[in-house]
């Protein structure tokens, strides 16, 4: 699951989760997981309490990935469905709109993490961001930089569908009441019900 600030990412990937949970085992992880070493460096930096250069925090992002890629794995090879609250393709989006770092360097750590079958990007324009009572408080929340992040998740889509075919990629509307929304995810993701089988694929290789 991505999506913009204010896309209603949290509540949606929450209700998913419910949603499958009828007839799967499902494991919901939250990236950043801001509970592990890593992830408090992350806390810290988004919250705007310390300073990092624009690279190593990239890097963090992308540990706190690898850290958990284990895990992943391992819940797969069970059979259990794994949901994401955002993944590498944030990773990239976020990190690629500052100009300092272009956008092939911050593929590159997250380069072979386990793929996932589907992305549902939650997508919503500044204008519907605006009446849901504006941008939050943390260093990413604004105006111009959610813009950005908007154009970069069209780029990664054309990338991820060239490098990896089989990921469903759902750019949705995430304007509309919460059941329509989620209505509209449901939808997406249908085709993967049966389960899948095959070796983990991995990402952007
Ligand atoms: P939440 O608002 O969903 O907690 O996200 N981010 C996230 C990055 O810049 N790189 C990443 O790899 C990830 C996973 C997006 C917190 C912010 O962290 C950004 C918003």
Not at 113 to 127: K, R, W
Not at 133 to 157: L, P, S, W
Request: hydrophobic content about 35%.
């Amino acid at each position: 699951m991505e999506g913009l600030d204010r896309s209603g990412k949290t509540t949606q990937t929450q209700k998913l989760c419910e949603h499958l949970q009828r007839t799967n085992t499902v494991k919901l992880i939250k990236f950043p997981d801001r509970t592990t070493p890593i992830g408090k460096m992350i806390d810290a930096y988004l919250r705007s309490q310390s300073e990092l250069d624009d690279r190593a925090i990239h890097l963090l992002f992308s540990a706190n990935r690898w850290e958990c890629a284990g895990t992943i794995e391992a819940e797969l090879r069970a059979g259990n469905t794994v949901i994401c609250d955002r993944y590498a393709f944030s990773g990239v989006a976020f990190s690629a709109s500052k100009s300092s770092l272009s956008y092939e360097w911050c593929k590159a750590p997250d380069i072979s993490l386990p793929a996932p079958d589907a992305v549902v990007f939650l997508d919503i324009s500044p204008e519907v961001a605006q009446q849901r009572g504006g941008y939050g408080e943390e260093r990413y929340e604004k105006e111009e930089m959610q813009r950005t992040v908007r154009q970069i998740f069209r780029k990664i889509e054309t990338d991820t569908a060239q490098a990896n075919g089989h990921i469903i990629w759902a750019t949705i509307d995430a304007s509309g009441t919460l059941d329509e929304v989620q209505q509209r995810i449901q939808k997406a993701v249908e085709p993967l019900n049966g389960g899948i089988t095959g070796e983990i694929q991995r990402l952007w290789m």
